[in-house]
C-alpha cells in the first residue's frame, strides 16, 4: 500500500520542543498491546508477577545498567503496564542500548521518531524492545511485539508532585479495580493520568 499522508500519519504525544535528554523526573507508563493481561494478576490488592512480569520485571531493574545517566525510583509492573519513574540525573552520557545480540542501532538525531541518545525515548524503546525479545523467545514466535506503539510520560517538577506520582505507583495493584488499564473498563489512560492530582 503507498503511503497517503491522510492515513499514514503519527502524531507525537510528547511536548513540543521539550528537550527529553535534560535532568528531571519522567513518569512513565507503558501499556501492552490491546491491553493484554500478559505480566500475571492483582490478588487482594497485591500485584502477583508470572515468568513474563519477572522478565518486565528484571529489564526495568537493568536500565541503569544500560544506561548510567538514568537512576531508578518507584515502579511497578501491573497485569498489562508499568508504572515508573526514571530520573535523568547526567545529560552528559549518552546510553548504552540493552538490546540482545549486541545489535548496533544509529540515529539520525532531529527527525521523528528517531530518538536522541540518552533521551527518555531511547531508554523506553530499548527496554521494550528487550522485553518483546526475551518474551518472544519463551513464546517461540519471532519479532511480535507486546507493547502499544508508544508510551505515556508525566515530567515531575516540583519534590510534592514527584511524591504524588510515588504513592500513585505504591497504591496502583489495590486500585485495580478502578484503573483505566483494566480491561474491564473502556477508558483512555492520557486522560486518566492528566486528572491525577499531580
Given at each position: ?118 533521551s527518555i525515548s531511547t531508554v523506553i524503546g530499548s527496554y521494550k524492545s528487550v522485553v518483546s525479545k526475551r518474551i518472544n523467545i519463551i513464546w517461540q514466535t519471532h519479532s511480535q511485539s507486546i507493547w502499544q506503539r508508544n508510551f505515556y510520560e508525566l515530567i515531575g517538577r516540583e519534590e510534592k508532585s514527584i511524591n504524588n506520582i ?33
Amino acid at each position: 500500500m503507498p503511503y497517503d499522508p491522510q492515513k499514514h500519519h503519527r502524531r507525537s504525544i510528547r511536548l513540543k520542543g521539550y528537550n527529553y535528554t535534560q535532568t528531571g523526573a519522567y513518569f512513565i507508563t507503558i501499556c501492552t498491546k490491546g491491553r493484554q493481561c500478559l505480566f500475571g494478576n492483582v490478588v487482594q490488592g497485591e500485584m502477583q508477577l508470572n515468568t513474563l512480569g519477572y522478565i518486565a520485571f528484571n529489564c526495568w531493574q537493568t536500565i541503569p545498567d544500560h544506561f548510567p545517566h538514568i537512576a531508578l525510583d518507584t515502579f511497578i509492573i501491573m497485569p498489562n503496564h508499568v508504572h515508573g519513574i526514571l530520573i535523568i540525573i547526567d545529560n552528559s552520557v549518552g546510553g548504552l542500548h540493552c538490546y540482545p545480540f549486541n545489535q548496533n542501532i544509529e540515529y539520525n538525531i532531529g527527525k521523528f521518531g528517531k530518538p536522541l541518545p540518552g533521551s527518555i525515548s531511547t531508554v523506553i524503546g530499548s527496554y521494550k524492545s528487550v522485553v518483546s525479545k526475551r518474551i518472544n523467545i519463551i513464546w517461540q514466535t519471532h519479532s511480535q511485539s507486546i507493547w502499544q506503539r508508544n508510551f505515556y510520560e508525566l515530567i515531575g517538577r516540583e519534590e510534592k508532585s514527584i511524591n504524588n506520582i510515588r504513592e500513585y505507583i505504591v497504591n496502583n495493584p489495590r486500585r485495580w479495580a478502578d484503573d483505566p488499564e483494566n480491561p474491564r473498563h473502556n477508558s483512555d489512560i492520557q486522560d486518566y493520568l492528566f486528572n491525577i492530582p499531580f
